[in-house]
């Protein structure tokens, strides 16, 4: 059945590409405002200020770590770390402000230098080591998972001091700041991506790493440069989901939970980008996150079973990647 | 030869492994001149054009541009001579525009600590470039995927003479061309040397390279056998040539 996709390049009318590439590009503008049309009907209470609320601080969680995944896949890099680099932020954020009693600022400091460092690990071993990153941060997701494990000792860590939480709930105009901060990252992302000129040597490296380094784009710095940005949004997120629940997070094991680096594949596909790099727009990624958290949250009110929404999203998946390889096929 | 040498290369050696691509070659590049470089295949022209743009650095030997003793350290080195290079397969990035191929790797930026592409700049300064080589391209915001092989060809060289390219090496340039863009990339060369500009190019196509090129130096094995002004030489000594018989 799908044959197709082991074919060469497609053979259609330039016409006919465009179009198709415009509608593979365009589709979850559409698709995501169907969803939520047909959620208003079916799902009980899905329509109210409470529920979409939350829908929007479950998408700014996702949505920061889809930002900086975003960079990755565009530089042609799929970082597989997000996982580890979670875990090592949210125990750092915990330790840091619960155990060693530091100050809020030099906390978010600490733990979002830990993802830099995390991601400047995870550039050495890229470029110095000239691995694919796939695997290279796979190995890396091992380590910090360990770490993350190590420093905690296995356990959750409770905050019951007061003046981390009340950050994550502070409101402008009705919306909480982590949708603010998720608003940001993508205003910068897009600035960086559209206007300077590290994002279109991100785009050439992604798309031709030999053309970009032909032309004398600095390709290894470009790509350590991505690679940390996916881990600093990364850490980010672990920070909000950290204070949002006033303990650390078990990354590690929450292979359900909305914040992974599944889900910013998911979503970085979904959203037209290649999976081979080069290719996207940081813009439409965000419209594909809060696809994905109205797809889960539609489904979870309307009580359907949590293995039944997981299948939902691998199948999202499944699909996005099908485009992804459809889309290369036809460019 | 009255000509001016603008680029010299001095006893260039390149090996890899136990395969002695480059021996020991001497060969001058003639200012304003359009200089071919022939040869069979394995022959060491894509090798010592490689060294001569940055990409690979010689083993031995070294190289003298505008009478001065240089080192080409790179790519960018490269560019900063003055030398660039347009691959056989163009090294343009197809999913981006004409405007963002011609400037990759030299953008133009404005605003503090010059972080922000200069977006209009680049636009107009493409036209202008793409003008002067009279090429043909309707819209420069174009993805590059959907030109055809000319119009890619222009592209390239766009690329290199905004980059200040003085010294343009062409390799292969019309290899997977039809008639008609052969003649649009044989105008495009003719157009630079007007210019002023030193072109090398790299072929296999003999009868091309008489009709274009001033000079034609041929290597064989690795080795420069020798270089003829194309007025003095025949299509025969120089086929003769690339057989490996030395010129007198």
């Known amino acids: ?331 | 030869m009255s000509d001016q040498v603008i680029l010299e290369t001095v006893d260039v050696d390149k090996s890899f492994g136990a395969v002695h691509a480059v021996r020991s070659v001497s060969w001058k590049v003639y200012r304003g001149r359009v200089n071919a470089l022939v040869g069979d295949n394995g022959a060491g022209k894509s090798t010592l054009i490689k060294l001569i743009s940055g990409a690979l650095q010689p083993n031995d030997g070294g190289f003298r541009i505008r009478g001065q003793e240089t080192r080409i350290g790179g790519p960018a080195g490269a560019f900063g001579h003055g030398i660039a290079a347009v691959y056989q397969d163009l090294a343009l990035v197809e999913g981006r525009d004409v405007v963002m191929n011609m400037f990759l790797g030299s953008e133009l930026t404005r605003g503090p600590g010059q972080i922000f592409l200069d977006h209009k700049g680049m636009l107009q300064q493409a036209h202008e470039v793409l003008d002067d080589i009279h090429a043909r391209i309707p819209n420069v915001r174009e993805m590059v995927r959907n030109l055809s092989g000319g119009q890619r060809q222009a592209v390239a060289v766009g690329r290199a003479l905004i980059r200040g390219g003085e010294i343009i090496i062409m390799d292969e340039p019309t290899a997977a061309l039809g008639v008609e863009q052969t003649q649009e990339v044989l105008q495009l060369i003719d157009t630079l040397r007007e210019q002023g500009k030193t072109i090398i190019l790299i072929s296999h196509n003999i009868q091309q390279v008489f009709e274009i090129a001033d000079y034609i130096s041929v290597m064989f094995h690795g080795e420069l056998i020798g270089t003829r002004q194309r007025d003095e030489a025949t299509e025969a000594e120089v086929v003769a040539m690339i057989m490996g018989r030395r010129s007198p």
Not at chain 1, 35 to 41: D, G, P, Y
Request: glycine share 10%; hydrophobic share 60%; aromatic share 8%.
């Open chain 1, 1 to 331: 059945m799908l044959g197709f996709l082991n074919q060469g390049e497609l053979s259609l009318s330039r016409r006919r590409r465009e179009q198709l590439l415009f509608l593979m590009d365009n589709g979850i503008y559409v698709v995501t405002i169907l969803l939520f049309i047909a959620f208003i009907f079916l799902a009980p209470y899905f329509f109210t200020t409470r529920n979409l609320v939350n829908v929007l601080i479950s998408a700014s969680l996702a949505g920061i770590v889809t930002a900086g995944y975003t960079v990755a896949i565009l530089a042609g890099q799929i970082d597989t770390s997000t996982q580890g680099v979670l875990a090592v932020a949210t125990v750092t954020t915990a330790l840091l402000f619960e155990e060693v009693g530091l100050s809020l600022p030099l906390t978010v400091i600490l733990a979002l230098g830990a993802g830099i460092a995390a991601g400047l690990f995870n550039g050495v071993i890229v470029v110095n080591g000239r691995i694919v990153a796939f695997v290279a941060t796979l190995a890396t997701s091992g380590v910090l998972l360990a770490i993350s494990l190590f420093l905690s000792g296995g356990q959750t860590i409770t905050i019951a001091r007061e003046g981390l939480q009340e950050v994550v709930f502070i409101r402008l105009f009705g919306i909480p700041s982590s949708v603010w901060i998720m608003f940001m990252c993508y205003i910068v992302g897009w600035v960086m991506l559209t206007q300077t000129k590290l994002g279109a040597h991100i785009y050439a490296t992604g798309a031709d790493y030999r053309a970009a380094l032909l032309s004398g784009v600095p390709v290894n710095r470009v790509i350590r440069v991505a690679l940390v940005i996916s881990a600093l949004t990364a850490a980010l997120t672990a920070i909000l989901v950290t204070a949002r629940a006033k303990q650390s997070a078990m990354f590690g094991l929450a292979i359900a939970g909305s914040v992974d680096f599944v889900t910013a594949l998911t979503a970085v596909l979904l959203g037209g980008f290649s999976l081979f790099g080069g290719v996207g727009r940081i813009e439409r990624n965000l419209v594909a996150v809060l696809f994905l958290t109205i797809l889960g949250n539609g489904l979870q009110l309307m009580d359907v079973a949590t293995g039944v929404i997981l299948i939902v999203r691998g199948f999202a998946l499944v699909f996005a990647v099908i485009l992804s390889v459809l889309r290369a096929r036809m460019t």
